[in-house]
C-alpha cells in the first residue's frame, strides 16, 4: 500500500512532537537536553512505525478484494479507537498520571488515530469511484 | 455560528480546568455541552428519552457541586457517556449508548476528518483572507479603541490593569485544542455500525421457529429435567428458609462478631446462589421450551424464584439489624444495595420467563435500571448520612470511622463536637479534619466552588 511510508512518517513526526511538548512543558524537568530529543526520534521511528505496522496495516490488507478502503475503515476502525483509549487510559492510571505516562500514552493514541486517516486515505480515482457509486 | 460556540466552549474549557480541582467547573462544562448538543441538534428538545438523560446528566453534575466524591464521578462520567451516546443515535440499548458516547467522545473527530476525503462540499479551500479579515480587523480596532479609552478614563484603566492573562501559557493552549477536539466531539456523535443497528432492530421477544419430531423429544426432555431440578432446589431452598428464620430469633442474642459473619456469609452465599439461580433459568427458558405446553414448568419457575426473594428479605433484615446494633458503614449500604440489584434481577427474569422474552430485554432492563439507581444514589451524601446514624442513633458510636471517611462529613462533626461532651482525642482529631478542610474551601477558586463554599460564606455573613 503507497500510503505506508508517508503514514509511519508523518506518525513518527506527530509522536515525537506531542510527547516533547508535553514532557518539556514540565517545569520539574531539571534540564532540557537538546541532543536527547533528537536522539530519541530513533526509538520514536521504531516504536511507532512498528506498532502502526502490527496494529494498523493487517486491517488494510484483511478484505481488500471485497471491502473499500472506506468500509473497512468503518468497520474497523471505532473497535480499535475503543480498545486503544481503554489501554491508553488504564495505563496511564496505573503509572498514577505521571507525566512522563501522560506525554507517552497520549501520544502514542493521538497519533494511532491519525495513522488510522493517513494509512486509510483514498486515492483520487477511488474518491470518483466513491462519488459515482 | 457552530463553529464559534465550539472555539467559545474550548477557551471555556481551559478557563475552567487549567489547574484546577473538580467543583463547579463540571457543572458549567455539563451545562455547555447541554446547549452544544441543542445547538446543532435542536430536535432533541422534543424528545423525552433524550430529555431524561439529559437531566440524569445534569443532576450528576449538579451532585458534584454539591458534594464531590469518586460515587458522583463515577455516576458523572457514565451519564456523560449515556447522553452522547444517545445524540449519536436514539432508541438504542443503555449499552449501546455507553460504548457509542465513548467512542464520540475520542474518536469521533477522526472520523469527520477521513469522511472529509469523500466529502465534496468541504473541500472548499479555506479562505484564509477572509478569516484574518473576520478575526484581525476587531483585534486591531479593540486594542486601537482599549488604549484611547484607557488614557481618557482612569477606572476603565484601572480595570484594563488588573486584567491578568499570565495564565495564558502553552499547556493552556493545548487544553483548548484538547475542549475543541471534545466539544467538536460531543457535537458530532457517530454510532457503531453495525452494532448499533443490530440492537435497533433486535426486539425484546422470543420467536416460535416451530417444532419437528427431533427437537421436540428434546424438548420433552429438557421440560422433564427442568421439573426434577427446579422441584428439588425448591425443596432445598424451602429447608434453608425454614433453618434462616430458626436464625433470625435468634439474631437479638448474637454478638458483633457472629452478626458480622453471618450477614457476610450470607451475602457472599446469595450472591452466588441467586446467580445460578438465574442461568439455570435462563438456560430452560431460552428456545422453543417458551412455546411448548409448559404452564407447570412455569408455576415452579415463579415460586423458585418467589423464594429467592424471600431469602433476600431475610438478609435485608439480618443487614438491618447489624445497622441498627452496630452502626452505618459503606459496606452494610453496598449489601442493601446489592440486595437491590439482585431482587431486580429475579423479578426481570421471571417477566422474561412469563411474557417470552428474550436474553437481550434481560441485559437492557437490568443495565438501566443499574442506571437508574447509580444515578439516585449520587443524590444522597452518604458520608454525612453514615455520620449523623452513628453519632446520633448509636450508643456507643465509632467515632474514628466517620473522621476517616470524607470531607463531605466535616461540618457535620465539627457541630457534634461543639455540642457534645467527646474524648478529647477525638476533639483534636475533628478539629485538625475541621481546619484542614476549611483551609482548602478558603484556597477554592471560583472554578472549584462546591456547596460547603456558600454554606460557610453564609455562615460568615451571619
Known amino acids: 500500500m503507497n500510503n505506508v511510508p508517508i503514514t509511519l512518517l508523518k506518525s513518527t513526526l506527530t509522536a515525537g512532537t506531542i510527547f516533547w511538548f508535553i514532557l518539556l512543558q514540565e517545569e520539574n524537568l531539571l534540564y532540557r537536553p537538546l541532543m536527547l530529543i533528537v536522539f530519541s526520534i530513533f526509538p520514536i521511528i521504531v516504536l511507532s512505525s512498528s506498532i502502526i505496522m502490527i496494529s494498523i496495516y493487517p486491517f488494510t490488507v484483511i478484505n481488500n478484494n471485497t471491502f473499500t478502503k472506506r468500509d473497512s475503515f468503518k468497520k474497523y476502525f471505532p473497535y480499535y479507537t475503543l480498545v486503544t483509549f481503554v489501554i491508553c487510559l488504564f495505563s496511564t492510571i496505573a503509572f498514577q498520571f505521571d507525566v512522563f505516562a501522560i506525554a507517552f500514552f497520549s501520544s502514542a493514541f493521538i497519533t494511532l488515530m491519525f495513522a488510522w486517516v493517513w494509512m486509510f486515505k483514498p486515492k483520487k480515482n477511488e474518491i470518483q469511484q466513491n462519488t459515482d457509486l | 455560528m457552530k463553529n464559534l460556540f465550539t472555539l467559545f466552549c474550548a477557551i471555556a474549557f481551559s478557563t475552567l480546568f487549567y489547574q484546577q480541582s473538580i ?15 441543542f445547538i446543532k441538534t435542536p430536535s432533541f428538545v422534543k424528545k423525552k428519552e433524550f430529555i431524561l438523560k439529559l437531566l440524569a446528566f445534569l ?13 458522583v464521578m463515577t455516576a458523572y462520567f457514565i451519564a456523560f457517556f449515556t447522553l452522547i451516546g444517545s445524540t449519536a443515535q436514539e432508541k438504542n440499548s443503555i449499552y449501546i449508548n455507553w460504548i457509542n458516547g465513548i467512542y464520540s467522545s475520542v474518536g469521533s473527530y477522526f472520523s469527520n476528518l477521513y469522511d472529509n476525503y469523500y466529502s465534496e462540499k468541504d473541500k472548499k479551500k479555506i479562505d484564509y483572507v477572509y478569516w484574518l479579515k473576520i478575526l484581525g480587523i476587531p483585534i486591531v480596532f479593540i486594542l486601537i479603541f482599549t488604549a484611547l479609552y484607557r488614557n481618557s478614563n482612569p477606572v476603565f484603566d484601572e480595570i484594563i490593569e488588573h486584567i491578568d492573562l499570565s495564565f495564558i501559557n502553552f499547556q493552556w493552549v493545548m487544553l483548548s ?12 456523535a457517530e454510532s457503531i455500525e453495525p452494532i448499533t443497528t443490530k440492537d435497533k432492530t433486535t426486539g425484546n421477544l422470543l420467536h416460535d421457529k416451530g417444532f419437528d419430531e427431533k427437537n421436540l423429544s428434546k424438548i420433552k426432555y429438557e421440560k422433564q429435567l427442568g421439573l426434577v431440578l427446579l422441584s428439588v432446589l425448591s425443596l432445598l431452598i424451602l429447608f434453608f428458609i425454614g433453618t434462616d428464620i430458626f436464625y433470625l430469633t435468634e439474631i437479638y442474642d448474637m454478638t458483633a462478631a457472629e452478626l458480622s459473619k453471618q450477614v457476610h456469609n450470607g451475602v457472599d452465599a446469595l450472591i452466588f446462589s441467586n446467580l445460578l439461580a438465574i442461568m439455570i433459568i435462563l438456560y430452560f427458558f431460552r428456545g422453543q421450551l417458551n412455546f411448548y405446553n409448559n404452564k407447570d414448568l412455569r408455576q415452579l419457575t415463579t415460586l423458585w424464584i418467589g423464594l429467592n426473594l424471600i431469602v433476600i428479605i431475610s438478609t ?10 452496630f452502626g452505618l458503614t ?4 453496598g449489601v442493601l444495595f446489592f440486595l437491590t440489584i439482585t431482587s431486580v434481577g429475579l423479578i426481570t427474569t421471571l417477566i422474561k420467563v412469563l411474557k417470552i422474552k428474550n436474553l437481550w430485554y434481560l441485559f437492557r432492563v437490568n443495565l438501566s435500571v443499574s442506571f437508574v439507581l447509580l444515578v439516585l444514589s449520587t443524590t444522597v451524601n452518604w458520608d454525612k448520612i453514615i455520620t449523623y446514624y452513628n453519632l446520633y442513633y448509636l450508643k456507643e458510636a465509632e467515632i474514628n470511622y ?8 466535616a461540618l457535620l462533626l465539627k457541630s457534634y463536637r461543639d455540642n457534645h461532651d467527646i474524648e478529647k482525642r477525638f476533639q483534636i482529631k475533628i478539629d485538625k479534619k475541621y481546619n484542614e478542610y476549611l483551609q482548602e474551601l478558603n484556597d477554592n477558586s471560583w ?3 462546591v456547596y460547603d463554599n456558600l454554606i460557610i460564606k453564609s455562615a460568615e455573613n451571619e
Do not use: P
Open chain 2, 447 to 449: 472554578q472549584e466552588l
Open chain 2, 330 to 333: 459503606y459496606k452494610r449500604i
Open chain 2, 316 to 325: 435485608v433484615l439480618k443487614n438491618t439489624e447489624y445497622i441498627n446494633s
Open chain 2, 177 to 188: 485544542v484538547l475542549g475543541y477536539f471534545l466539544f467538536f466531539n460531543i457535537s458530532n
Open chain 2, 23 to 37: 467543583g463547579l467547573n463540571l457543572l458549567l462544562f455539563s451545562i455547555l455541552t447541554c446547549i452544544s448538543i
Open chain 2, 402 to 409: 466517620v473522621i476517616k471517611l470524607s470531607n463531605n462529613n
Open chain 2, 59 to 71: 443532576l450528576t453534575g449538579i451532585m458534584v457541586f454539591m458534594y464531590n466524591s469518586s460515587l
